[in-house]
């Protein structure tokens, strides 16, 4: 069974930081583009970045481009968001997604999906 569990989230002051993991099972993804998306209440779920399967190309989008960062680490078929300078706009459930061999660039290449992790951002 394949599962994408996020970790990491929760409650911040506006101007802090906050990292999130997102820790695959069942399935290696290190040859995958891994993304992450975020649903704010009463919002769409809004793509924030992606990590192509080496981690040399890295994708925002441009609310948070110079503010979070997308790594990954393949040996532990994990992924990680690093939130810096966290703004009240930034508060949602923040999801991880894998592609199954799409650049991931396209909302339905996304195969796999997280359960979410809160991230609540306090002015």
């Known amino acids: 069974q394949v599962q994408l569990v996020e970790s990491g989230g929760g409650l911040v002051q506006a101007g802090g930081s906050l990292g999130l993991s997102c820790a695959a099972s069942?399935?290696?993804?290190?040859?995958?583009?891994m993304g992450w998306f975020r649903r704010a209440p009463g919002k769409e779920r809004e793509f924030v970045g992606l990590?192509?399967?080496?981690?040399?190309?890295?994708y925002y989008t441009g609310s948070v481009k110079g503010r979070f960062t997308i790594s990954r680490d393949n040996a532990k078929n994990t992924v990680y968001l690093q939130m810096n300078l966290l703004k009240p706009e930034d508060t949602a459930v923040y999801y991880c997604?894998?592609?199954?061999?799409?650049?991931?660039?396209?909302?339905?290449?996304?195969?796999?999906w997280g359960q979410g992790t809160q991230v609540t951002v306090s002015s």
């Open positions: 069942g399935r290696t993804f290190s040859g995958d583009t």
């Open positions: 990590i192509n399967w080496t981690g040399q190309i890295t």
């Open positions: 997604a894998a592609t199954a061999g799409g650049m991931g660039y396209q909302l339905d290449e996304y195969r796999y």
